[in-house]
């Protein structure tokens, strides 16, 4: 069977749904005012609130929220358990929870003065609940960190084979040519910065122009120098003479995290975040494309089994586990994050919240199906293959289709994929260093220091642990993370509704909330609920027959996870049982 068909279908399925349930629907539910003020046009400051044009902002926020996320779950979900499970949660979950979710913290925030969700929290159940979601919150970044560390240093250290049209093998990427490149390309964003920085302090010339051209000769030429980078990392492969080169690198890499989380954002941040954008758009046009003509010629066949079963031995049973590894791409609470954050200061008008909020979730579930179709070309016999490996070699397959030469594709794809994963980690980071500062109110250096020092002690504590599976052999750290990790991002947007929805019943009278919000938020936290407490009797067990120790880590943090978010379920459903008018405002929404 063809690929083509299959993913026009679902890419049918998501271009409904935004004009009929994203604008007919959830958009009628929140009663979008165009003409209400928005905190943009409030306090607009040149800084943090700007109105924006709606186009702009999509691009600004899809890249914020789409990075390695949506590309690693689907891929490992579709291992585990066959392409057309992950394929339904995928279409069905984004349309209904994960665009709802985008949009509700997008609107949500709007409405009362740009805040976060947290402080939506705050105002509406109570500071004990605002405590306990930070802490949630905090948990959540620290397994993003731990997962997305460990698949970068395997990927530095592993192979991808390419294969020629026959289905021969024609040479190899190597990982430590992916290490090269990836070093290489953090040095041409800190040097991109610094020109860019240095063009801003020489001021305007006489004409006022010349700036502006330099800047974009800046910008082109680094986009052409990444060519130079992705060849130079396969002729110059960086490895390293150690017995554990994957242990290593995870520790090298949370390192360079702790450096980029402090250094100020016009150095690496943001130009880096162009760079990284122009991988995003590249891999989600050429992909496409290639996809597209790859069918219409007859080629890229469906060859990976659609139904694995429904249990996997190293990571669960189907239901609850597919639900959070597939988390990007389906619904994700670091987007509430991102809606909340930076793109509610920035929306111009409430009627430009669908197509940012509602319409980019739904681009994001395009590149997950992107994603997905690079497992569901895989030959059967790959079933082992690391997420990494599998996405080089489908984006090399498609963008192929293109005339791109393969072996230069595939290491475009790997590159990518390092790429989309720095993007991550090092903003986590910086993310999980200011909420412990907001936290504990340390503003100096020091507080920078130590809060940036408790973020990365975790993850350093996690990858340094081996855990083993039924068969005795040891698991990938971020499989076993994994699972976790995805049920504390899935949990985090189910309080995230919670929050949202208590606001909507209590303070809006909103009774169709009950439907719209209510029940997402009621699936998401069963399911992610579920696999933490499955998670929890396993470590038990696996404590019971000697296998594990009491200590590990992967066993408290669940339960961490599990305590902080059923308190704060409870401190929701006691501000919900109160009598109507007992709970009194505590600031006015600015719809109001």
Not at 64 to 81: C, Q
Not at 180 to 190: D, E, K, Q
Not at 259 to 285: C, D, E, H, K, N
Request: proline fraction near 6%.
């Amino acid at each position: 069977m063809a690929l083509l068909p299959i993913l026009l279908i679902c890419l049918t399925a998501l271009g409904l749904a935004y004009v009929l349930y994203g604008k007919l629907v959830v958009s009628r539910f929140y009663r979008l005012d165009c003409h209400a003020p928005t905190p943009a046009t409030l306090y607009q400051d040149g800084l943090d609130y700007v109105p924006t044009n709606r186009f702009y902002l999509l691009a600004q926020h899809f890249s914020a929220i789409s990075a390695a996320g949506p590309i690693f779950g689907p891929i490992i979900a579709g291992l585990m358990f066959g392409w057309l499970p992950a394929l339904l949660w995928i279409v069905l979950g984004c349309i209904f929870i994960g665009a709802v979710h985008d949009f509700s913290t997008l609107v949500g925030s709007v409405r009362h003065r740009g805040s976060s969700v947290a402080e939506v929290v705050r105002l509406h159940i109570g500071p004990r609940a605002f405590y306990l979601f930070l802490g949630y919150i905090w948990l959540s970044l620290v397994y993003v960190l731990t997962a997305f560390t460990d698949v970068t240093a395997r990927a530095f250290t592993g192979t991808v084979p390419i294969f020629g049209p026959g289905g021969e093998q024609i040479g190899t990427v190597l990982g430590a040519g992916t290490a090269s490149s990836s070093v290489m390309y953090l040095g041409l964003g800190i040097l991109l910065g610094t020109a860019l920085k240095l063009l801003e302090r020489a001021g305007p010339t006489v004409d006022g122009r010349r700036p502006l051209v330099l800047r974009q000769v800046l910008l082109l030429g680094s986009l052409l120098l990444v060519g130079v980078v992705i060849w130079a990392g396969q002729s110059l492969p960086l490895s390293l003479p150690v017995d554990e080169p994957v242990r290593v690198w995870s520790y090298v890499i949370l390192a360079y995290c702790g450096v980029a989380s402090v250094l100020p954002v016009w150095l690496l941040l943001q130009p880096r975040g162009f760079l990284g954008g122009a991988f995003l758009y590249t891999i989600l046009l050429g992909g496409l494309v290639g996809v597209l003509l790859g069918g219409a010629q007859g080629g890229l066949t469906l060859q990976y089994p659609s139904y694995l079963g429904f249990s996997n031995e190293r990571i669960g049973p189907l239901v609850p586990f597919l639900f959070i590894t597939i988390a990007c791409g389906a619904c994700s609470g670091f987007h509430g994050m991102v809606s909340s954050g930076t793109t509610s200061k920035q929306l111009r008008c409430e009627c430009d919240a669908p197509l940012v909020g509602y319409g980019g979730m739904l681009l994001e579930g395009v590149i997950a199906l992107l994603a997905l179709a690079c497992v569901m070309i895989l030959a059967p016999t790959t079933k082992g293959a690391n997420p990494d490996a599998v996405f080089a070699a489908g984006i090399g397959q498609f963008l192929s289709v293109l005339g791109v030469p393969l072996s230069f594709a595939v290491s475009f794809g790997m590159l990518a994929f390092a790429t989309f994963v720095f993007d991550t980690i090092d903003v986590t980071t910086r993310l999980g260093r200011y909420l412990l500062q907001e936290l504990f109110g340390w503003k100096t250096l020091a507080g920078k220091t130590l809060a940036t020092l408790l973020t990365l002690c975790v993850p350093a504590v996690l990858l340094g642990f081996t855990v083993t599976g039924p068969d005795g052999k040891p698991i990938p750290a971020y499989l076993s993370i994994w699972p976790v990790f995805g049920a504390s991002n899935q949990l985090l947007a189910a309080l995230s509704l919670l929050g949202l929805f208590v606001w909507l019943v209590r303070r809006e009278h909103q009774r169709w909330a009950v439907f719209l919000v209510g029940v997402p938020m009621a699936f998401m936290m069963t399911m992610t609920l579920s696999a933490l407490f499955f998670t929890i009797q396993k470590w038990i067990v696996a404590v019971t027959n000697g296998t594990r120790t009491l200590f590990d880590p992967v066993g408290i943090a669940s339960t961490c996870l599990v305590v902080l978010a059923v308190g704060m379920i409870l401190e929701g459903v006691a501000v919900l049982r109160r009598p109507w008018g007992v709970t009194p405002r505590l600031e006015p929404d600015l719809a109001q």
